[in-house]
């Protein structure tokens, strides 16, 4: 954003800082991307910036991570999600300490029905 003869840079540095975010909750697989509104206002190709996620059964980074969440014992706490959440999970079941953790693949489909959905018409 150009600032004006002014002199007003305070309304392009606050400008600068908005970002766009997107979250992708698949069935099997998640991520997000983010990008800053001044990278996408520009003419050439903007910058959109992709969380790389890592499985330890690969060597690979890949821009989905898989829909597993891993909730601590006192049933509210995110532990920690996708790769990390399958690493930490099949760790805790190898020293038998597994019963007190909850733990959630592919979960998105059980979750239609249960609250409320926007459905659109056209």
């Known amino acids: 954003m ?4 002014d002199g007003d840079s305070a309304s392009a540095q606050k400008d600068s800082k908005l970002f766009i ?12 991307a983010f990008a800053t509104i001044s990278d ?3 003419e050439i190709k903007p910058n959109i910036y992709i ?10 980074a890949t821009g989905k991570t898989t829909t597993c969440a ?3 014992p006192d049933g509210q706490t995110l532990d920690s999600f996708g790769y990390e ?9 190898s020293k038998k300490q597994h019963d007190s953790y909850f733990f959630f693949k592919n979960f ?3 979750l239609y029905g249960k609250y409320y959905q926007v459905k659109f018409f056209s």
């Not at 150009?2 to 003869?5: C, H, M, R």
């Not at 975010?21 to 997000?32: C, E, R």
């Not at 959440?85 to 079941?93: G, M, P, S």
């Open 2 to 5: 150009a600032t004006s003869k």
């Open 21 to 32: 975010a997107a979250i992708d909750l698949g069935t099997s697989f998640s991520g997000w």
């Open 40 to 42: 996408l206002e520009q």
């Open 51 to 60: 969380k790389s996620w890592y499985s330890t059964y690969t060597q690979f």
């Open 70 to 72: 891993l909730i601590k």
């Open 85 to 93: 959440a399958e690493r930490k999970y099949d760790d805790l079941v």
């Open 108 to 110: 998105k489909t059980s």
